[in-house]
Each structure stands twice: as C-alpha cells, then as structure tokens.
C-alpha cells in the first residue's frame, strides 16, 4: 500500500499547455502539501492544505492552483506553462499542522519543452 | 526567517566507516523539528531520522544518529558502518509552527566498495 502516492511519475508537455497532478494519501492524515525541486535539487514549500483549507500560498504564480477536494487529496493545476516549470513536484503529507515529519510521494518529473 | 545550511556540497566514505554530514540551522521558534531525509535516485524522499528541540537525547534510528547542540543550532547526521544502499542525497530539513519544511541545499554522498 503506497501511503502517499502522484500520477503521473513524468510528464512531457509543450509551453502553453495545460496539465494536472493528482496526489492521494491513505495515512488519514489533515495536512497535505506540494514542493517543487529545481534542476540543483532545492526543495520549496508552494503550498499547504489543512483539512481542504489553503494554509500556505509561498508567492507561487497564479498559474498553479491546487484543489483539495477532501483532506485525503491534493492536486495541482498548472496553466499556461512555461520552460521554467520544468522541476520534480513533490506531494506529500504530515498528520497534522506544525510541521511534523512529512511523508512524500514518489515525485512527479514535469518536463515543460 | 527560517534558514537551513549545508556546507557539504558533496561527501565519500568508505564501505563499513563512519561518516558525519553537517547541518546548522536557524529559528527564532522555541519549538520546532529537525529532520534529515534522503533522496536516492529514484527520487523518492525517505525520512531517516527525526530530532525534536525540546529533547536533550540525541535520536538513534539503528546506523543512523544525530548530534543535535541546540546552542550552536547544529544538527548533524552520524551515518555507521556505511553501506552502498547508503549512497543518495541527503537532506537536513527544519519544521516547526509555520507549517512547512526548510530544506538545506543538500549533501550528496558516494559510498566507496
């Protein structure tokens, strides 16, 4: 059983394009986020959910949207997408606010071309 | 702010030695989580160990320790009998009451047969 588990693993696309990531957690846990890793493996919090509420924006553009639509999901919607998006985008989740240990799922490649 | 800093941009240690990543960190928080994760190259985020502040005890998970010195914000990952599973980037990663991880730039270790 995958505790936290994306689709998909890697995603090519074209600028311009529109494209999702789904991430699903089994853990019941009420806090979930999304971290992007760039191409020097920097990991940095986009946002966090507590419960489906947003609790964290980190200054991402407003071509990403999450939707958390109940406390075991988190997607990511990107719009218009840009060479620059191109990085490992990672979910994951903790049991609750307060940044205990984060559990995270395999990553999602996005390769933006 | 919140900030994380790891001098080692790379190590190497034999099979069956002993190796030390360093990790310093800082906070004005007074409760707060210090995490060290490593990330092979499947990509996956595995946690190795967790320390909270308000424990004095240095946290021990089987080869893996740390020595954690809350005055100096230092907070280092002992690795014994170094193994080859062992090779991957390693992580320091610091968490508290704003609800996300700060994750230092990376340690990526080589594991010598």
């Known amino acids: 059983d995958t505790a936290v588990s994306q689709t998909p693993k890697y995603l090519v696309t074209q600028m311009g394009n529109d494209k999702s990531i789904k991430c699903e957690q089994n853990?019941?846990?009420?806090?979930m986020y999304w971290y992007k890793q760039d191409s020097k493996k920097f990991l940095k919090i986009m946002f966090s959910?507590?419960?489906?509420?947003?609790?964290i924006n980190e200054t991402v553009p407003n071509r990403f949207s999450p939707k958390s639509p109940d406390k075991a999901h988190l997607n990511l919607h990107i719009n218009s997408l840009e060479l620059g998006d191109s990085a490992v985008y990672f979910c994951?989740?903790?049991?609750?606010?307060?940044?205990?240990?984060?559990?995270f799922g395999q990553g999602t490649r996005l390769t933006v071309v | 702010a919140q900030t994380v800093t790891q001098s080692q941009p790379e190590m190497s240690v034999q099979e069956a030695e002993t190796v030390t990543l360093s990790c310093t960190y800082d906070?004005?928080?007074?409760?707060?989580?210090l995490f060290w994760y490593k990330q092979p190259p499947s990509r996956q985020m595995i946690l190795v160990i967790r320390q909270e502040a308000y424990k004095q005890q240095n946290a021990t998970e089987n080869r893996f320790s740390v020595n954690f010195q809350k005055a100096a914000k230092s907070f280092s990952l002992k690795i014994s009998d170094s193994q080859l599973g062992d090779a991957a980037m390693y992580f320091c990663a610091l968490g508290g009451a704003t609800n996300k991880l700060i994750f230092g730039t990376g340690t990526l270790l080589a594991v010598q047969p």
């Open positions: 853990l019941g846990h009420d806090t």
């Open positions: 994951a989740s903790s049991k609750r606010q307060g940044a205990t240990e984060a559990f």
């Open positions: 959910y507590n419960n489906k509420e947003l609790i």
């Open positions: 906070t004005s928080e007074s409760d707060y989580y």
